[in-house]
C-alpha cells in the first residue's frame, strides 16, 4: 500500500513539475467574434466601427478570439523549435491608435518638421486611427525589444512557418509600393490558414490576394 501510495505521489509531483515547466496552459475557445480574417484594414480602407470583436487575452496582450486557437498552435510550434514567441503589440482601440500617432508627429514637429511634414512622415510607419490593422484584434507584433539575436531567430522562424497556422507576414520588403507600410518584419495579421498558405506561397499581399491578381 505504501508503494502505490509513494507511486502515486511520486507521479503527481512529476505532472506537477511538466505543468510547471508549461510557459502556459490555453485551451481552445469558440470565437464568438464576427470579424471576417480576410478584412482588408489599410490606409485607404478604415476598420468600421459596428464590429462586432470579442477580445481575449494571450501573453498580456490582446487579440480577437478568431485567432486565438491558431495562435497557440503557432506559439506552442514555435516553443518546439526553441523559439519563443515575444509579442510587443497586438489589438489596439481606435483611441490608443490615435495616442501612438500624435506622440510620433510631436516627435518629428519637435525635430523641427513643419505639420503637414511631420504628419506625412509619421503615416510611413504609423497607420491614421481607424485604419490600423491593430484595431482588428487580427495582427500582432512579435518583438522583443532590444534582443536583436533573438528577434532575428523569431522573425526567421515566422516567415518560414507563420503562413501554417494562418498569419501572413504582412508588410514584406519589396511590397511598399502596394501596402504603403514600410517592411516591418515583425508585424503578422492572421487572414485564415487556407489564405495565409495561399499568400506566402505566391508572394503576394493582402491587397493582392483580394485584388484577385493571383
Ligand atoms: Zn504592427
Request: glycine share 4%.
Amino acid at each position: 500500500m505504501k508503494k502505490i501510495l509513494t507511486l502515486f505521489v511520486g507521479i503527481l509531483l512529476i505532472y506537477l513539475v511538466y505543468c510547471l515547466q508549461k510557459p502556459y496552459v490555453y485551451s481552445s475557445v469558440d470565437p464568438i467574434s464576427e470579424i471576417n480574417p480576410l478584412i482588408l484594414v489599410n490606409s485607404e480602407n478604415a476598420f468600421p466601427d459596428n464590429i462586432n470583436l470579442n477580445l481575449i487575452s494571450f501573453d498580456n496582450y490582446q487579440v480577437a478570439d478568431t485567432i486565438y486557437n491558431d495562435l497557440v498552435e503557432m506559439y506552442n510550434a514555435a516553443l518546439n523549435d526553441n523559439i519563443t514567441l515575444k509579442i510587443n503589440n497586438a489589438y489596439r482601440s481606435k483611441n490608443e491608435q490615435a495616442q501612438i500617432f500624435k506622440n510620433k508627429m510631436k516627435t518629428y514637429q519637435n525635430e523641427g518638421y513643419p505639420k503637414e511634414k511631420a504628419y506625412e512622415k509619421t503615416k510611413l510607419t504609423v497607420q491614421v486611427p481607424g485604419y490600423s490593422e491593430h484595431e482588428t484584434g487580427l495582427a500582432i507584433d512579435f518583438s522583443n525589444e532590444g534582443h536583436y539575436d533573438e528577434n532575428e531567430k523569431m522573425w526567421k522562424w515566422l516567415k518560414n512557418n507563420a503562413h501554417k497556422y494562418g498569419f501572413i507576414l504582412r508588410y514584406p520588403d519589396d511590397k511598399y509600393e502596394i501596402t504603403k507600410i514600410d517592411y516591418e518584419p515583425w508585424h503578422y495579421r492572421y487572414v485564415g490558414k487556407k489564405a495565409a498558405k495561399e499568400i506566402t506561397y505566391k508572394n503576394l499581399t493582402l491587397e493582392e490576394y483580394l485584388g484577385g491578381n493571383v
